[in-house]
């Protein structure tokens, strides 16, 4: 239970830090200054909120039988005999798109920290998860069994990151505007 709540928490400070971000880039927008990333920050905060409303249900069991309600319609259709080739083509799309999304954030954090490409990354980990969580295959299940400490390593991983590039922003935004004043006067 403790993993679960350390979770809910590290969500809630990504999701915190996105969404300051993002009212700092809007209003950093209205004065002139580089701020035209707050919706993407917006967006980001928004998806980590829905992740840790997503978990806090679970932790909670509202989501009970939910999945079962998914299965159901799924044998329903004809989509769940044949689900192993999918989910296993799914899993990997999933993960390419993810290391994708972190080499895209991390080639541009190399030259300058540029706004919100490696949040987007950091973000994609712990979605990602998710995802391939949700696909359920078989072998993931299992290895979520034996290590359930690595789903809290890799959400906390990933909130840490979108909190030290949404940390990186406002510090930017800051420098910004200090500059700005210092002209000014």
């Given at each position: 239970?403790s993993h679960?709540v350390?979770?809910?928490?590290?969500?809630?400070?990504?999701?915190?830090?996105g969404?300051w971000?993002?009212?700092a880039?809007?209003?950093?927008?209205y004065?002139g200054?580089?701020?035209?990333?707050?919706?993407?920050?917006?967006g980001?905060?928004?998806?980590?909120?829905l992740?840790c409303?997503?978990?806090?249900?679970?932790?909670?069991?509202?989501?009970?039988?939910?999945?079962?309600?998914?299965?159901d319609?799924f044998?329903?259709?004809g989509?769940?005999?044949?689900?192993?080739?999918?989910?296993?083509?799914?899993s990997?799309?999933?993960?390419?798109?993810?290391?994708?999304?972190i080499?895209?954030?991390?080639?541009?954090?190399?030259?300058?920290?540029?706004?919100?490409?490696?949040?987007?990354?950091f973000?994609?980990?712990t979605?990602?998860f998710?995802?391939?969580r949700?696909?359920?295959?078989?072998e993931?299940?299992?290895?979520n069994?034996?290590?359930?400490?690595?789903?809290?390593?890799?959400?906390?991983?990933?909130?840490?990151?979108?909190?030290?590039v949404?940390?990186?922003r406002?510090?930017?935004?800051r420098a910004?505007?200090?500059?700005?004043?210092?002209?000014k006067?």
């Amino acid at each position: 239970m403790s993993h679960d709540v350390m979770r809910v928490v590290a969500l809630t400070i990504a999701c915190l830090f996105g969404l300051w971000t993002a009212v700092a880039c809007r209003r950093a927008q209205y004065h002139g200054l580089p701020g035209s990333d707050a919706l993407i920050w917006a967006g980001l905060s928004s998806v980590f909120f829905l992740l840790c409303l997503l978990k806090t249900a679970r932790g909670l069991g509202l989501l009970r039988g939910f999945g079962g309600l998914l299965r159901d319609i799924f044998k329903q259709r004809g989509w769940y005999e044949d689900r192993r080739s999918l989910q296993i083509a799914a899993s990997i799309a999933v993960a390419a798109v993810v290391i994708a999304l972190i080499v895209w954030g991390l080639l541009w954090a190399w030259h300058y920290i540029k706004r919100y490409r490696l949040a987007i990354g950091f973000m994609g980990l712990t979605l990602g998860f998710a995802i391939i969580r949700f696909i359920s295959l078989h072998e993931v299940d299992a290895w979520n069994a034996q290590a359930p400490a690595a789903r809290t390593a890799v959400d906390l991983v990933a909130a840490a990151g979108v909190s030290v590039v949404a940390i990186a922003r406002l510090w930017q935004l800051r420098a910004f505007a200090l500059q700005r004043a210092k002209i000014k006067s």
